[in-house]
């Protein structure tokens, strides 16, 4: 599986923006996503999952109620909705896949798949 993560950019604090995460391979239908993000100095911590299908999400305390993680199968494609965007949003964000479906787990490691991130900066 490969994927590719899309939509980020320059934003102010309070607007929003929506991330693509694109992928290759019939199997991806069958795994978890997650979204990830690592701003400099950090490490790459958890932001939002998925399982399958989309009817089971995971979401960080720091993004819950202000991100949104949904996905389009017949597309091959997850999203991440972001609004209400702070200062301290700005990283650089990773999508990943888990072909065992364990969208609940939230380290890095245990995801089998990564894409490319895509820089969001939210100015103040």
């Known amino acids: 599986v490969q994927l590719q993560a899309s939509g980020g950019g320059l934003v102010q604090a309070g607007g929003s923006l929506r991330l693509s995460c694109a992928a290759s391979?019939?199997?991806?239908?069958?795994?978890?996503v997650g979204w990830f993000r690592q701003a400099p100095g950090k490490e790459r911590e958890f932001v939002a999952s998925?399982?399958?299908?989309?009817?089971?999400?995971h979401y960080a305390d720091s993004v819950k109620g202000r991100f949104t993680i949904s996905r389009d199968n017949a597309k091959n494609t997850v999203y991440l909705q972001m609004n209400s965007l702070k200062p301290e949003d700005t990283a650089i964000y990773h999508c990943a896949a888990d072909m065992d479906g364990r969208y609940l787990y939230t380290t890095p490691a245990v995801w089998d798949y990564w894409g490319q991130g895509t820089q969001v900066t939210v100015s103040s």
């Open positions: 391979g019939r199997a991806f239908s069958s795994y978890a």
């Open positions: 998925t399982n399958w299908n989309g009817g089971s999400t």
